[in-house]
């Protein structure tokens, strides 16, 4: 079975998460979407609601499972009996950081494949944070986050300020 873990803060999900979610279920037989679980840094949406809604978001899509992990992506990815990582690269500027993680964690776990999938070009500029920030702002979010969640993300976010 192809099994791929998507890692992610998802704080809050996008519509290029979800570009990418629809992209990776695609290709693989089981697709894990792992929420990071980073007590460090202080998020707009707790780790229990960001699976919530990633949950919503995939409901239909049985293979689909959406989980949190803590620690290192590969043990979290060896545990889940998988074989690909799946990262989304928007631009350029993603790719930096995005090579040297995937070349560290090729040197973490060599069995492991990272597998980058890049979303529609629309979504190129769509990140979570510019979400927090504009939704903060009282911006404009329906090109920015999927319809089912929007409501949520707005009042959350405007509350924010
Ligand atoms: O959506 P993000 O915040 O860009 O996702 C980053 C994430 C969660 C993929 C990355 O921070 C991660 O894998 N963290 C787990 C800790 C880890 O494995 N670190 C070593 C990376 S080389």
Redo the contacts with the bound molecule.
């Keep these: 079975m192809r099994s791929a873990i998507y890692?992610?803060?998802?704080?809050p999900v996008t519509l290029g998460h979800w570009d990418l979610i629809q992209r990776a279920a695609k290709l693989v037989d089981r697709l894990v979407v792992?929420v990071?679980h980073?007590p460090a840094k202080s998020p707009a949406f707790s780790v229990d609601e960001r699976v919530a809604m990633l949950k919503e978001l995939t409901a239909a899509m049985p293979h689909v499972e959406v989980t949190t992990?803590?620690?290192?992506?590969?043990?979290?990815a060896k545990a889940q009996n998988a074989q690909f990582i799946i990262?989304g690269v928007r631009a350029f500027s993603d790719f930096e950081?995005e090579f040297?993680?995937a070349l560290?964690?090729r040197k973490?776990a060599p069995e492991l494949e990272t597998v980058f999938l890049m979303p529609k070009e629309k979504y190129s500029a769509v990140s979570?944070r510019f979400v927090r920030e504009i939704g903060s702002m009282g911006g404009n979010l329906a090109d920015l986050v999927p319809e089912l969640l929007r409501e949520r993300i707005v009042a959350r976010l405007g509350k924010a300020e």
């Design positions: 890692p992610g803060s998802f704080d792992a990071l980073n992990f803590h620690g290192l992506l590969v043990d979290f990262r950081y040297q993680m560290m964690n973490l979570s």
